[in-house]
């Protein structure tokens, strides 16, 4: 079947009168179809425009890049198209089955070309039609001879200077077609004198000038003469010209120009007379460099020198007054303590040029302020913590130090640092660090460190108690710190997590208690083990059985009872305890065998959850809770 591409607009005929196109080089297709031909014959003419054809002598046209389709020729239906095609003039053919030809004739169409566009005054142009499908032609030649012409192919002949538009319009008998080419041909005459040249008058050895010339009507180009050539170099681009002077020659000169074109060359113009003078020797700027904040600034110089010769220091280009004279060696200007770059100039009796090369003086100062040191901003003495920083960018090294002295020991490595903190000191610590360069030490970066103390906490109690008795143990209350014990051997009842607790030993053997403190700094220390010896307290009561301490009522709300039965004589301490040890009211009485009654006043204790504790000597011995409503 038929397909043709021009770029990414392409069409494809299928069986079926099917109509295929493609605006994206075949990435995507939109289709559409006539029902029932065979489309053979495919041609593309541009982006928009297209033909499909093929049985039945039908050829299908879309302008719209295959959007929609229109019928461009129905044939007799007794041939099959198979190839549509185009000359170079636009003449289409088509070719098919049983001898089929087709044939259409091109567009009307209009234009020309010219043998030459641009000619000199009284010079001939000969015009070439160009057009298609003409039949008669009308030519519009403005400042031509003639100005028109109906010949196919007409020649003209221009007198005047100027640019000119030519016009051609042809019919077929039918349609017409006009096509103007603007300002298509130029016709020049012999330039014009120039006028002098404008530039330095006064010049020096081995150096350049520029020259300039205005420009003259019709001219096509410039020559430049230099006189005599020994001077130097010229070297022209229109009108402009630059005069490279000779390394050694001296003396007058003469710069002249002229205007050229096709035509023929106009007259020479005024001379511009100039002399060339001896420039000073050619010698190097010396010295420059850094110098630190502060002090007297670098030494600039020339590496020789002449004498009868001025030699003046500039600083970025400008004049700083700094004039030396030659003296036929090395010359100085002193220290310079001011930033940028330096040239000299040298300055003869008719010739200032600049000296080869430039130094530069910069100004060093001390390291910026690094990055402030990151870290553990929270430790505990006798720990090693690690910080950094990420420095700046004019140190060469860095300094590490750790105040207050006896905070510990810091060892610096570039931006990083170790501190060893001592076991001896607790409380705010600063780490700095600065930047060092050849210019000392710059201001330092600090962070503060709160340093903790590593607690010791000292267990203070019974160490030999009875079995089943309660006993309290402590150690020093810190602020902020939090305590965890841990008992073997017993049981805490009150004060986890402070400094002060109540145990309840067990069975006869042995026993310990630890405790871990942390303080507010998140410094952790435990104790050393408390050994406790747990004895079989015979002999003295048999504690807490069943029936030896009553208390009622329970709950009590003014007054409350309590009854025990004793074993032995002696003094015995009655108290009422909270949930957290502390003793609220008591009692002492000298017991004797057998039953015992006191009563407490209660009216004054808040209710909740209270204890009863009996205790002899040291020995607690009986315990009882109750409610207090």
Not at 468 to 493: A, K, L, Q, R
């Amino acid at each position: 079947m038929g397909v043709d591409f021009v770029d990414d607009f392409g069409v494809v005929g299928g069986e079926d009168g099917k109509r295929y196109s493609t605006t994206d080089g075949g990435n995507s297709w939109s289709n559409s179809a006539t029902g029932y031909e065979n489309l053979y014959g495919a041609h593309v003419f541009n982006s928009d425009s297209a033909y499909l054809g093929g049985t039945d002598e039908n050829i299908y046209k879309t302008l719209d890049s295959g959007s929609s389709w229109e019928t461009e020729y129905n044939g007799s239906g007794s041939s099959q198209i198979y190839k549509i095609k185009y000359t170079n003039n636009q003449t289409g053919f088509v070719c098919g089955s049983q001898g089929l030809i087709l044939r259409k004739d091109p567009p009307l169409s209009a234009d020309f070309t010219a043998d030459v566009t641009t000619v000199c005054t009284g010079g001939t142009v000969n015009f070439t039609d160009l057009s298609i499908a003409a039949t008669s032609w009308s030519w519009t030649f403005d400042g031509g001879t003639p100005s028109t012409s109906t010949d196919q192919n007409p020649s003209v002949v221009y007198n005047t200077p100027g640019e000119y538009d030519v016009t051609l319009t042809v019919s077929n008998g039918t349609d017409t077609k006009t096509e103007t080419k603007l300002n298509y041909i130029t016709v020049l005459e012999t330039p014009g004198q120039a006028d002098a040249p404008t530039g330095e008058e006064e010049v020096c050895t081995s150096n350049s000038y520029s020259y300039t010339v205005s420009e003259v009507p019709y001219a096509q180009d410039y020559e430049w003469e230099l006189d005599p050539a020994d001077a130097g170099t010229i070297t022209s681009e229109g009108t402009s010209a630059l005069l490279e002077t000779d390394d050694t020659w001296t003396g007058d000169f003469t710069l002249r120009v002229r205007a050229t074109n096709m035509c023929g060359d106009g007259a020479w113009s005024d001379y511009l007379y100039g002399t060339v003078s001896l420039s000073p020797s050619d010698f190097n700027v010396t010295g420059g460099g850094e110098f630190c904040d502060g002090g007297d600034g670098v030494e600039v110089g020339l590496d020789g020198s002449e004498t009868d010769v001025d030699y003046e220091l500039y600083l970025d280009d400008e004049p700083t007054g700094n004039i030396v004279a030659g003296t036929g060696s090395e010359i100085s200007f002193g220290l310079q303590d001011i930033d940028g770059d330096y040239t000299v100039y040298a300055s003869s009796a008719s010739c200032t040029v600049e000296m080869s090369g430039q130094v530069s003086v910069v100004t060093l100062y001390p390291p910026e302020q690094p990055g402030t040191p990151t870290g553990p901003d929270t430790v505990c003495n006798n720990e090693t913590s690690d910080y950094e920083s990420d420095g700046s960018d004019d140190a060469d090294s860095y300094v590490w130090t750790l105040s207050p002295d006896g905070a510990g020991t810091i060892t610096g490595n570039g931006l990083t640092a170790t501190v060893e903190w001592s076991s001896d000191f607790s409380g705010t610590a600063t780490v700095s660090i600065a930047g060092v360069n050849d210019c000392g030490e710059g201001d330092p970066a600090t962070m503060d460190v709160e340093v903790g103390a590593i607690p010791s906490p000292v267990i203070t109690g019974e160490d030999e108690v009875c079995d089943n008795s309660s006993e309290d143990y402590s150690t020093t209350d810190n602020d902020g710190s939090n305590y965890t014990w841990d008992v073997t051997g017993g049981t805490i009842t009150y004060g986890q997590g402070t400094s002060a607790i109540t145990v309840l030993w067990g069975e006869p053997g042995t026993g310990s208690i630890t405790v871990t403190e942390e303080s507010a700094q998140g410094c952790t220390g435990i104790s050393e083990e408390f050994s406790v010896i747990i004895d079989n307290c015979t002999g003295i009561w048999e504690k807490n059985k069943e029936g030896q301490l009553v208390i009622f009522p329970n709950p009590a709300q003014n007054v409350l009872n309590v009854e025990f039965r004793a074993e032995v004589s002696g003094d015995v301490q009655v108290s009422v305890i909270n949930l957290t040890g502390q003793k609220l009211l008591q009692k002492e009485l000298d017991a004797a065998n057998g039953k015992q009654s006191l009563r407490f006043d209660i009216s004054g204790l808040q209710q909740g959850l209270y204890i009863i504790k009996i205790q002899s000597g040291n020995e607690v011995v009986l315990t009882r809770q109750f409610v207090k409503r």
